[in-house]
């Protein structure tokens, strides 16, 4: 049997959508994704992590990633994520 994740994971994944947030690694208020404005109503993390450096995929390489679970006043609990090396935030995938 698989381990379970330290954290739970999204059922959604995307290839990872940027998002209109302050470039600072505190997660704001509220943020703009997919042309609407999300205000967060709930956050659980950072959870960092870190890329498979020994895989030659290129859209991974942009380094550590802090990830958060976050519920928004729409009701969708979405998994942002910040990288301190090009600061900026990202969607990356969406929960049930």
Do not use: K, N
């Not at 870190?50 to 609990?77: C, F, H, S």
Request: with cysteine.
């Amino acid at each position: 049997a698989w381990p379970d994740p330290p954290a739970p994971r999204p059922l959604v994944l995307w290839s990872p959508e940027p998002v209109m947030a302050p470039d600072a690694p505190q997660l704001a208020a509220s943020f703009r994704w997919r042309g609407r404005d999300h205000a967060v109503t709930g956050a659980t993390g950072p959870e960092r992590i870190a890329p498979e450096w020994w895989l030659p995929d290129e859209g991974w390489r942009t380094g550590l990633r802090d990830y958060w679970v976050i519920d928004t006043e729409e009701g969708a609990r979405l998994w942002l994520f910040y990288t301190p090396q090009r600061p900026g935030w990202c969607v990356a995938g969406e929960f049930a």
